[in-house]
């Protein structure tokens, strides 16, 4: 089975800082999808972004931006110009493809990022 | 467009009774995820539906579980009976093939 490992419970970053969250993921498939939910305080599930293992581009959208490092085995989250309203429960989630049976999620147990003013 | 629509959005009901939650996917969605979230254990798939029919049941915590998809929009998770250690949040999600999942907002289980 696909573990994901986020070794960072909470982190603090001050309003308009840049701030990194980190995830790490073991698998043997060469194929596969990792994904970035965030969880406000209204306990709502988002998509952040989305990036596929075949594509070496790192995946953006606008101020969030990861680092995928297929051979490392990690994906960071980069927030930059961080919002009052970035604070929430980050989870890192990996989904292996099975065309056959199904594209479910194996999350991490995620990182509690605070905005200060 | 509606998103998930989950409900109850809050439960609260005594040990021993019978629990339903519901939820309706995202029309057009092929796929029904069932999670639970707790503090101890994360965010835990249940189990999923393709076009209605159970893939993968083996997350379903015991006998007690059971979860039902009679069409494409609409899938219960029944407790019975239900045990102060299934309190937790449930959260339906749906998706069609390996596009991302859209979650609804979750339901509150409080047993007491």
């Known amino acids: 089975a696909q573990t994901v490992t986020q070794s960072q419970p909470e982190m603090s970053v001050q309003e308009a800082e840049t701030v990194t969250l980190s995830c790490t993921y073991d698998?043997?498939?060469?194929?596969?999808?990792l994904f970035w939910y965030k969880q406000p305080p209204s306990r709502q599930m988002i998509l952040v972004i989305r990036q596929e293992a075949y594509k070496q581009q790192n995946a953006t959208e606008n101020r969030f931006s990861v680092n995928f490092q297929k051979a490392a085995k990690s994906f960071s989250l980069k927030i930059s110009d961080s919002q009052l309203g970035d604070t929430a429960m980050y989870f890192c989630a990996f989904m292996k493809p099975r065309y056959f049976s199904g594209y479910a999620l194996n999350f991490g147990k995620g990182t509690s990022l605070l905005v200060t003013p | 467009d509606a998103g998930v629509i989950q409900s109850p959005r809050h439960e609260v009901t005594e040990m021993g009774q019978e629990v339903t939650l519901r939820c309706k996917p995202i029309s057009g969605h092929d796929y029904l995820f069932w999670y639970r979230q707790t503090m101890m254990r994360g965010l835990e798939l249940l189990i999923y539906f393709n076009n209605n029919v159970p893939i993968d049941d083996s997350g379903m915590p015991e006998d007690r579980f059971s979860a039902k998809m009679p069409n494409a929009s609409f899938s219960t998770l029944k407790i019975q009976p239900s045990e102060p250690r299934d309190s937790a949040v449930y959260f339906c999600?749906?998706?069609?093939?390996?596009?991302?999942?859209?979650f609804g907002d979750g339901t509150r289980l409080s047993i007491l």
């Open positions: 999600a749906s998706s069609l093939a390996h596009q991302p999942q859209h």
């Open positions: 698998t043997s498939e060469s194929n596969y999808y």
